[in-house]
C-alpha cells in the first residue's frame, strides 16, 4: 500500500475524512491551501478537487488524495465512474 492511500485510510478511520459521497465535487488549480488528505498545500501548477458534503464541511484535495478517498469511500463501480468521469 502506497504512502497516500495509508494517509488517506488513517484520516478516514479516524473520522476526519467523511464517508459519505460528496454532493458536489469541483475541480481546478490549486490554492496553495493544504490537502486534507495528506497536508500538504496544493500548488497553482497542481490539481485541486473541492468536494462538498449535506452534512459534512467541504474537503481539498490532491487529485492522488481524491483518487484514494474515492476507492476507500466509494468502492466499486461509483468510484471507478466518478474517477474516469
Known sequence: MDRTV???QAK???GL???QA???TWGGFGSDRPCDG???PILPN???YEVDFEDSPS???HAACYEAWQQLVLPGPVAAHR???
Do not use: F, H, M, T
Request: glycine share 4%; net charge negative.
Open 46 to 48: 497542481e490539481v485541486e
Open 12 to 14: 478516514v478511520s479516524a
Open 59 to 61: 474537503i481539498r484535495l
Open 22 to 24: 460528496p454532493v458536489k
Open 83 to 85: 474517477a474516469a468521469g
Open 38 to 40: 495528506c497536508d500538504e
Open 6 to 8: 495509508e494517509q488517506i
Open 17 to 19: 475524512l467523511p464517508r
